[in-house]
């Protein structure tokens, strides 16, 4: 056998390819492309600035209106008469929270309505690092924007309703409890719409479902029997997050705790639930 | 390297790709042809991962695309144009995506460089034109400096200009020693890139050769001959290698190894006068064609079917 003819078995099948930098995909990498992902869309900025927004103004302007009434002598809403001056400046929650959660939504969603979920699993194939990384990430913002706004709304807030009934300070008992659990609330529910995009992979869908448990399922158990509703009202998602941030709790509210523990578990099960369909559907 | 193995994928009763084998060689560019719904694109999605097969399985470079350990450094895909965020701008989508592999900035700036985005890297992807599009779904394929690059249909819609500039850009590619596997329902592009075609239709394999292969297979070189004394040519030109059709009665031939002035020659020879001598030139378009409705009209090709289609195919031409 001549070298010649051995030559065209012995070359390589593949181009020499030696010297070739070495990467590899990382859960701390898959967290920061996703924190890179977030911090460049013009929606984020946007929605935060709302959520932010919505959490001082309501709040602010819930506590002037108490402050308001009560200057004049008028007759009082029944829902303000017991107001303190957490309940009253954590009132722009309940409008925080839906832009956060649709927030949570689109970061999920947004990446299959717009056809980036093919570019993202091709770079990241096993899948279900995208989809903590992406929980982490939005998890992390909401709490910080959330915290944010609790804390501010009631640094202004209380300084408002100082001198009233409802004054309350940051010493006060049970006060920096309620603004730390108010901004975990936030987070949470941020976490949710996340789950909820990647579990609906729409944009309306995802949307339609966070608003629905939000606040019409809370209407409809309240069309159930008392009975019933003392023993189901109080593990609703919302409702399980008013008692982690309330001051006070009520006969048939949840201690904070177990507030935080209920709305964990929920938001468990909602990432459980993309997490299935995300390992185990086609983009 | 592309491995395909009875690659399956059904969606509820119907088969959208019916098992597949086919291997994609390194160094050069395959072509992956098919009519528009013969399951090229469900294939390329079931390389990366993106679908996951009824049946079968394909592996790159001898493991599933999932299992690699920075997959972008195995394939790079443009599956569709519109794999991207509109909100984000070109540089930050590849910076993204660099990011899940510890791909340097630097190797952004080259892809963007190399795709000529410079003057839009900055620019919300959305606003982009298709071509634009295009070479940013090109830049993200290159972006980990892959070993095999895989397109879907790269040059659909694109204006002369860009489909010139994709047709370098495959070939350099592959002069550069890369797998390149590109996939086209037009086979004309395809003649002029590719070296090696897979041919799909409805789910299956058709074809798995290259681009004279498939010429010769679709009787490219066939020569019509008529004469005087058809019977007696048909012996003088039998041999091996030589194949030879025509119908009792007719004074036509139709024979395939041998060439028009090799046959004038021997019919010269033998003083058999010749009415009729020319080579029938089958285009890659009309071979391809025929295949693929083979493959459409008649389940289970059979070779009386494939000849009267070469015959229709060749009155009509």
Redesign the interface.
């Given at each position: 056998m001549s070298t010649a003819t051995a030559t065209p078995t012995d070359a390589p099948?593949?181009?020499e390819?030696a010297g070739?930098?070495?990467?590899?995909?990382?859960a701390a990498?898959?967290l920061?492309?996703?924190w890179?992902?977030f911090w460049?869309?013009?929606?984020s900025w946007i929605t935060l600035t709302l959520a932010l927004f919505f959490v001082l103004a309501f709040g602010l302007i819930r506590a002037w209106r108490f402050k308001a009434n009560l200057d004049a002598g008028q007759h009082m809403d029944p829902d303000m008469l017991g107001a303190n001056a957490v309940s009253l400046t954590l009132f722009g929650l309940n409008f925080g929270q839906l832009a956060l959660g649709v927030l949570g939504v689109l970061v999920a969603a947004?990446?299959y309505s717009?056809?980036?979920?093919?570019?993202t699993?091709?770079?990241?194939?096993?899948r279900l690092p995208v989809l903590w990384a992406k929980a982490v990430v939005f998890g992390v913002v909401a709490l910080v924007v959330g915290t944010v706004g609790a804390f501010v709304a009631f640094g202004f807030g209380s300084g408002i309703v100082s001198g009233t009934r409802a004054a309350l300070t940051f010493s006060d008992a049970g006060v920096l409890r309620s603004l730390f659990m108010a901004g975990l609330y936030l987070a949470l529910i941020g976490v949710c719409g996340v789950a909820l995009g990647a579990l609906l992979r729409s944009v309306a869908g995802g949307i339609a479902i966070l608003v629905g448990v939000l606040m019409l399922v809370p209407g409809l158990v309240s069309l159930l029997p008392t009975s019933w509703q003392n023993n189901v009202s109080q593990y609703l998602p919302s409702h399980a997050g008013d008692s982690m941030y309330a001051l006070h709790q009520d006969a048939h509210t949840l201690a904070p705790g177990t507030g935080l523990l209920v709305l964990a578990l929920w938001t468990a099960l909602a990432l459980a639930g993309a997490a299935y369909r995300l390992k185990r559907t086609?983009? | 390297m592309i491995e395909a193995q009875q690659l399956t994928k059904r969606y509820g009763e119907k088969t959208a790709v019916d098992r597949l084998d086919f291997t994609v060689k390194p160094g050069t560019v395959t072509g992956f042809l098919g009519p528009n719904g013969a399951g090229k694109s469900t294939t390329m999605r079931m390389i990366v991962g993106l679908d996951a097969p009824s049946a079968g399985s394909v592996t790159v470079n001898g493991r599933r695309y999932a299992e690699h350990a920075a997959p972008l450094q195995e394939v790079g895909a443009l599956l569709e144009a519109k794999s991207i965020h509109p909100g984000r701008s070109a540089f930050n989508h590849l910076n993204t995506l660099a990011l899940t592999h510890g791909i340097p900035r630097r190797r952004v700036d080259e892809v963007i460089e190399m795709t000529g985005l410079q003057q839009v890297a900055k620019k919300r992807a959305g606003a982009f034109s298709l071509g634009m599009g295009q070479r940013l779904g090109i830049a993200a394929a290159l972006l980990g400096d892959p070993a095999t690059i895989m397109l879907d249909e790269p040059v659909n819609g694109l204006d002369p200009e860009g489909v010139l500039w994709i047709r370098n850009l495959l070939i350099g590619l592959a002069d550069d020693g890369r797998t390149v596997f590109v996939s086209s329902h037009l086979m004309s592009e395809m003649a002029l890139v590719a070296d090696h075609l897979i041919i799909v239709g409805r789910g299956r394999l058709l074809a798995d050769t290259t681009v004279e292969g498939l010429i010769r297979q679709s009787g490219g070189d066939t020569v019509k001959v008529a004469s005087s004394d058809p019977a007696r040519l048909r012996e003088l030109l039998a041999g091996p290698g030589v194949e030879i059709t025509g119908r009792s009665g007719s004074e036509e031939l139709e024979v395939t190894g041998l060439a028009a002035r090799a046959i004038g020659l021997k019919a010269a020879e033998h003083n058999i006068a010749l009415f009729e001598l020319h080579t029938k030139a089958v285009s890659l378009e009309e071979a391809f064609m025929e295949l693929t409705r083979d493959a459409v009209e008649y389940h289970g090709t059979t070779t009386t079917a494939a000849v009267e289609a070469a015959e229709t195919v060749g009155s009509a031409a």
């Open positions: 099948a593949a181009p390819r070739r930098p070495a990467y590899k995909v990382t990498r898959v920061r492309s996703e890179a992902k460049s869309l013009r929606s947004g990446e717009t056809g980036m979920i093919r570019s699993l091709a770079a990241v194939p096993r086609d983009a | -």
